[in-house]
């Protein structure tokens, strides 16, 4: 068993997590509708214009689906939300999908009738199926708050958190009836006053009484007897009982709840690339990889001439970081500076840098210099994605001042990143740009998805061209 225990471990992500089921109806419905909707108008319109559907339109269906499936989830956006999302993700799949067709020079196979008329009317159809989607769920779910019920145990300020995230849960909202706690008023918080349902005494004969759905226990750690107690009164209830961690201190990464043999282990920092994701990941960087190579080859060899021609030396510099789990690894670079340090002591490259020479100032600016990196992510040293691998006297020295620094290794690093394209790329004057850059890393972890590396590359190529910061 693998549950997802992330939002429900960080107070930020309290909404999103608490209470929810595992993956739903609603889950389903949606991870299969964009795809559905997108190859059911491909073919219709392939009929009802041509008459048949040929061999290249059931393979470009298959790559549809491949493309597409599973569908995100986004019966609990707001209806300019999902048209936006709809709207990104069905441009990213023309595009996808026009980029392969000018590369294999296949377009010449499909009809451009058929094709323009799926691309007007594909993404419309999703938005009105999403409409209608989230009209079924508003429904539903303003049925089911009636009959779910639930208290809490732990009037404290996680209690009230807690409470405060279950009714605003826009997918999955809870009847919230009030908190049971053992401890004098003046101990309890503000917002529990006049819900304070009685003692840990009073629970399991309050949840028969009441038909209490859901119990949730907000109590630390300290408390355990009192939890044991508490978890043998209510087995004798049909109520459902979940235990909130009080450790909201801690940043967790991927947190998830493991099955040993029977012994539950919570996991708190763990990588989001396991199972299929890892799958996923490691694919989408062979393929893009061997692609991108193929198409700036030429270009790299005329960097390559100019480097050489630009000031003595070698065309390529290897620099000396550390990659998956800390392991140390030599990273490919075009030459830009005259000198290179990769020692126990590494000068950041700074603007005006006298050592970069006027060829690697135009190739740094436009991160050209980073090129060669796609060999590292052939190799499996690095993805496209990911966090930036510092030097690792840079690594030694950051890993001692910023929390958490080194569970950004718990991937492999990446060509470009979430920091980067938010405009954290450069040199880092003080302690916390580092710090920023490190958090920026973290939510990447929290929140990875291929669509995000989709996004971040998409903005690295536009960043290329427009970005100040470089040098």
Known sequence: MRTNLLSILEPSGYKKAIGAAPPSGAWLVAALLEPAISISVYLLAAL????????????????????????????????????????????????????????????????????????????????????????????????????????????????????????????????????????????????????????????????????????????????????????ESVQGTTASVYYVPDIPGISIIQGRLHDINGVPVLGLYETPFTGINEVVKRASDIVLSLL??????????????????????PVLFKQRRNGLDGSEIMVYKFRSMTSQDNGSVIVQASKNDPRITPFGAIIRRTSLDELPQFFNVLQGTMSIVGPRPHAVAHNEMYSQAIKAY????????????????NGLRGETRNLEQMRERVEYDLEYLRNWSIWLDLRIILRTILLMFHDRRAY
Not at 188 to 207: N, Q, R, V, W
Not at 293 to 309: F, R
Request: proline content about 4%; hydrophobic content about 50%; charged content about 15%.
């Open 292 to 313: 991108i190579l193929l198409l700036i080859s030429p270009l790299m060899l005329l960097i390559a001439i100019g480097v050489k021609l630009s000031s003595p030396g």
């Open 406 to 421: 080194m569970v950004r290794h718990k991937v492999r690093p990446g060509i470009t990143g979430w920091a980067q394209v």
């Open 48 to 231: 009802t214009l041509t008459g048949q559907v040929q061999r290249t339109d059931l393979v470009l269906c298959l790559l549809v689906f491949v493309l597409t499936f599973p569908g995100r989830n986004r019966f609990s956006d707001s209806r300019f939300d999902g048209m936006r999302g709809i709207a990104i993700a069905w441009l990213a799949l023309l595009g996808t999908l026009a980029l392969c067709g000018y590369l294999t020079t296949s377009l010449q196979y499909f009809d451009m009738n058929v094709v323009l008329t799926w691309a007007l009317l594909g993404g419309l159809l999703q938005w009105q199926a999403l409409l209608i989607g989230q009209a079924v769920l508003r429904r539903r779910q303003a049925i089911a708050s009636g009959m779910r019920k639930v208290v809490m145990v732990g009037a404290g300020p996680l209690g009230a958190s807690v409470a405060h995230a279950l009714q605003q849960q826009r997918n999955n909202p809870a009847n919230f009836l009030g908190w049971f706690d053992d401890r004098a008023r003046e101990r309890l918080h503000s917002e529990t006053g006049t819900k304070l349902l009685g003692s840990l005494d009073d629970l399991a004969p309050y949840i028969r009484r009441h038909g209490v759905k859901e119990v949730y226990i907000t109590l630390p750690l300290s408390s355990h007897p009192r939890i044991a107690e508490l978890l």
